[in-house]
């Protein structure tokens, strides 16, 4: 069944529908949680929201447009606003419930896993608006449309942003984790 | 390097990037959308006419669910009515093998979440999770945003100000104020929370004693834990573990919890110190 297909019928009150929607782009959702909050148990609070939100406003969703960057885009929302809510309030009293210990310690990370790491470290120097775009671009792999839908601006405007923040990040990468070049200049 | 040099290569850096694994986020979230029906009928259909089969639907599943995760966690012989304690925003429902004598209770049908939690003995403490908790501010500005007079026990007398004051916006400002143990710095003796009426309810489940008391002559509840404790406020749920014991009371709009390790009598004293902020 296609994404349309799954759309329409949730926008009917199927909810199996529903769940198969929310399987196809739990994992971008999760993600880009985890990559704004930078914590799991954070992430996965606001991709429930997330996707419980979706739900309700569903009907206000325009079928013509991409589903996913309409979902990134709740979910952004929500992950801006989730440390100065309530929800984040008691979530934090609520860790020691589901807390696991992580069990890869930095050490057994691969090189390229702790290079990524590093960029990570980078980008969350930037300014908010600035990591958003690049979380989208680089990391969750959207085009410039759809980083444009996610953050609700112009491609335009995500292009230009786009160009001030790998300026900025290039800095920050020279002057704080050189590590990162290794012979070849970013 | 050009723009697109540079791209490429933040592209094959962050494609290495390591996540968490996923949770099963759509198993919980279907068990969550019965709470939200409120677009059922008005999909591609147009009629204008709600589907009340749907809806229906949505609510006989509800009220199954609701019914078969009572059944699993309490007797059949209580399965048809639970019986709770309201104090302010705050539901107490019983163990069902503990005695509350002498404590009147409210018969009404409920629903609510079974309990998610791992064993007590596999909780870690919650205490290196204050720094992570939002709304941290300073005791002196904590009165300008409160609607309400922010008191402080005056009892026991050494124990000071609070060492860490939270206010969250919880539809209603809700204060923290949290004092931690002078010798053990990560270690909390005693939390207040000063819970505005709003749309929250608060539900403890079984906690292990169960005793009424006053303070300052209104109806409180003293319970001791561990046991979980539930607070949602419509479509947001969450679970945390209550470790210490509490002493709950209303006043008003406001509903006051003190969670403590001190003895009742001990904890019913601080709770009638209370006093406005000098």
């Known amino acids: ?186 | 390097m050009n723009m697109t040099d540079i791209e490429n290569r933040l592209h094959s850096i962050a494609s290495e990037m390591e996540y968490p694994p996923t949770p099963d986020i759509a198993e919980v979230v279907v068990t969550r959308l019965p709470k939200f029906p409120s677009h059922f009928g008005r999909g591609e259909r147009g009629e204008g006419h709600p589907r009340l089969f749907s809806r229906k639907l949505a609510w006989s599943l509800t009220i199954m669910l609701v019914l078969a995760s009572s059944l699993m966690l309490i007797p059949p012989a209580r399965a048809a009515i639970i019986e709770f304690i309201q104090i302010g925003i705050v539901r107490i429902f019983p163990q069902p093998t503990e005695s509350t004598a002498g404590i009147p209770v409210t018969e009404e049908p409920e629903i609510f979440t079974p309990p998610t939690a791992a064993p007590v003995a596999e909780l870690p403490s919650l205490i290196p999770l204050l720094d992570k908790i939002a709304g941290e501010t300073k005791l002196a500005n904590t009165q300008e945003t409160a609607p309400y007079p922010i008191l402080l026990p005056t009892y026991p007398a050494d124990l000071g100000l609070p060492d860490h004051v939270y206010v969250q916006d919880v539809e209603g400002m809700m204060t923290v104020l949290v004092w931690v143990d002078p010798q053990q710095p990560e270690g909390v003796t005693m939390s207040l929370h000063f819970i505005p009426t709003g749309h929250w309810a608060i539900n403890k489940m079984g906690p292990t004693v169960l005793q009424e008391t006053e303070v300052n002559g209104q109806r409180a509840i003293w319970a001791e834990g561990p046991y979980p404790l539930f607070m949602r406020n419509g479509n947001v749920e969450f679970v945390r573990l209550i470790e210490g014991h509490v002493l709950i009371w209303g006043d008003g709009n406001l509903t006051y919890r003190l969670e403590t390790d001190l003895s009742l009598e001990e904890a019913v004293k601080t709770a009638e110190s209370l006093a406005p902020i000098r």
Not at chain 1, 31 to 59: C, H, M, N, T
Not at chain 1, 72 to 98: E, H, K, P, Q, V
Not at chain 1, 132 to 153: C, G, K, N
């Open chain 1, 1 to 186: 069944m296609d994404e349309s297909t799954l759309i329409r019928r949730s926008v009917n009150g199927d909810t199996a529908a529903w769940e198969s929607l929310v399987r196809l782009h739990q994992q971008a959702v999760f993600r880009f949680a985890y990559l704004i909050l930078g914590d799991p148990d954070d992430a996965e609070d606001v991709a429930q929201e997330s996707f419980l939100r979706a739900w309700k406003y569903l009907e206000r969703f325009d079928a013509a447009r991409p589903f996913r960057p309409w979902l990134l885009s709740i979910t952004s929302n929500l992950a801006s606003n989730w440390r100065r809510s309530a929800g984040r309030y008691i979530s934090a009293l609520t860790r020691a419930f589901r807390y696991e210990p992580t069990p890869d310690s930095i050490e057994e990370k691969s090189a390229k896993a702790m290079q990524a790491n590093e960029l990570w470290e980078a980008v969350k120097r930037m300014k908010k608006a600035d990591q958003q775009v690049v979380y989208l671009r680089y990391f969750l792999d959207l085009s410039v449309a759809e980083t444009a839908d996610v953050l609700q601006i112009a491609e335009g405007t995500v292009k230009s942003r786009m160009s001030r923040a790998l300026r900025k990040l290039q800095n920050i990468i020279r002057e704080d984790f050189p590590a990162l070049i290794e012979g070849r200049e970013i």
